[in-house]
């Protein structure tokens, strides 16, 4: 009978990591409401810990809202070890119909170790902001 | 050699399954999120009909009739007591609250955006890689975002349809909300991801535009950067808001403003219906900072209480609730 080989643990640990990969992360507002979500922090490559968040905010003077998405490092570096593949930012009516979004383009993704990047968008119509991405 | 490797299979696969709902944790927290801000809204309302009643002796009664130098007079001496203005929104909101809520049925809000200058295009995506034109979700021209809400007699809804339709009754965007989900057929049935075409619903007070206007006229009122002011006419009573921002904004992102030059303000006209209480239009203009404006959108509204669903409509909602208890 022929052994089987044992599954190497690295690669076991690169599957676990793209299972990060594909995780969507979703924040919610609504009037002048500010709403965060993140992915809590996690230690791998010798302790370095990795954030990832969302947000959305109603401003309050204005007809708009502001999405927001941001990754960092602790302690900080350039490496890329985390990074937004693909974000995007709704507004919603009370009946859950799409008023107006941001375009999902490749050159709104984030990197790593960037700082906030974020987005206006025209809430007219709208009584929720919807932000989701792919960290 | 291969038990101790099925040994190590297993340890890797309950901290993979441990590490998702690790994970899912601010997913859910998200959404949980969501709930306590309609909560928050829904308590806020109730609040609001309190101040209803104190404030009914600010609102004259509508003039029989009306004419331009009329007109001119009233704008030339709006009313500008801010808080006089937002107690008189929120009593024209009351107005309609007690006509509509109260009993079981459908509350209908149509919302028709009549101008805009702002470019309905690009795709709306998903990290799936699926995607739709954004104009087939909201036409270019004259969109209408339709609504039913299923209430009980306090005004919460449990059950509620959304449509976006052209002029011409094409339908757009398709949506219900059934079993405290709602579901976005429209991006379900273009191949998008169940997280982007469904979300949790808590039991919430259906919502009014004159109302939600109210309450926001009332959160924003005491900033130092905004002003109110507000004058009758005829059956109609019309509130101007005017802000001025304290850093130019930028619409869109600074690769791709949505903006022709950054807005340094704006100016929002709401028209009310002194008979219904009734939220007629909305109209956003930015003031840019090179001078100029910018149409941001001007919206025609619609509220109504029917009964039941009207008979053309009922199927995009018991078709779509059977289609997914079928799934389930």
């Known amino acids: 009978m022929k052994d089987r080989k044992p599954i190497p643990f690295f690669f076991i640990s690169i599957m676990m990591f793209l299972t990060l990969g594909v995780f969507p992360m979703v924040a919610y507002a609504t009037h002048s409401y500010i709403k965060v979500n993140s992915i809590p922090r996690y230690g791998f490559l010798g302790g370095t810990s990795a954030h990832a968040e969302v947000k959305s905010a109603r401003i309050p003077e204005g007809p708009h809202g502001r999405c927001y998405i941001k990754s960092y490092t602790s302690p900080g570096t350039t490496i890329n070890v985390i990074g937004w593949t693909w974000w995007q930012c709704d507004v919603l009516d009370a009946n859950n119909n799409i008023v107006n979004t941001t375009q999902a383009l490749p050159a709104r993704a984030v990197t790593a170790s960037s700082t906030q990047d974020d987005i206006g968008i025209l809430f007219t119509g709208g009584v929720k902001i919807k932000t989701h991405g792919t960290a | ?328």
């Open chain 2, 1 to 328: 050699m291969y038990l101790k490797n099925r040994y190590i299979l297993i340890a890797v696969f309950i901290a993979t399954m441990i590490m998702i709902v690790a994970w899912s944790m601010p997913w859910l927290q998200a959404n949980s999120d969501t709930e306590t801000a309609y909560v928050t809204n829904s308590i806020d309302a109730q609040q609001d009909q309190t101040v209803y009643a104190m404030a009914s002796n600010t609102l004259s009664e509508p003039a029989e009739k009306s004419d331009s130098s009329n007109h001119t007079q009233l704008e030339a001496n709006p009313m500008t007591d801010s808080a006089l203005i937002v107690s008189t929104v929120k009593e024209l909101a009351g107005r309609q609250e007690t006509a509509l809520l109260g009993k079981p049925g459908w509350i209908y809000v149509r919302r028709i955006e009549v101008a805009s200058d702002e470019q309905k295009q690009g795709e709306y995506g998903s990290p799936s890689g699926a995607s739709i034109p954004f104009a087939e979700l909201v036409p270019a021209q004259t969109p209408i975002f339709e609504g039913w809400s299923h209430v009980d007699e306090t005004g919460l809804y449990h059950e509620a349809l959304g449509l976006v339709l052209s002029p011409n009754g094409t339908i757009h965007q398709h949506s219900i909300l059934y079993d405290g989900t709602w579901t976005h057929l429209t991006l379900r049935d273009n191949g998008f991801p169940q997280e982007q075409y469904r979300s949790s619903h808590s039991v919430i007070k259906v919502h009014l535009p004159a109302s939600y206007t109210a309450q926001w006229l009332a959160e924003i009122v005491n900033l130092d950067n905004i002003t109110l002011t507000a004058y009758q006419l005829g059956e109609q009573y019309t509130v101007v808001k005017e802000s001025i921002y304290k850093e130019p904004f930028r619409l869109g992102s600074s690769e791709q403003p949505g903006l022709p030059a950054p807005a340094v303000g704006d100016k929002t006209t709401y028209i009310f219906d002194m008979q219904t209480g009734q939220l007629l239009s909305e109209e956003v203009y930015y003031i840019l900072e090179d001078g100029r404006t910018f149409l941001a959108g001007n919206s025609e509204y619609h509220v109504a209480f029917m009964p039941e669903l009207p008979p053309e409509k009922a199927p995009l909602y018991y078709d779509a609730v059977n289609t997914i208890m079928g799934e389930q």
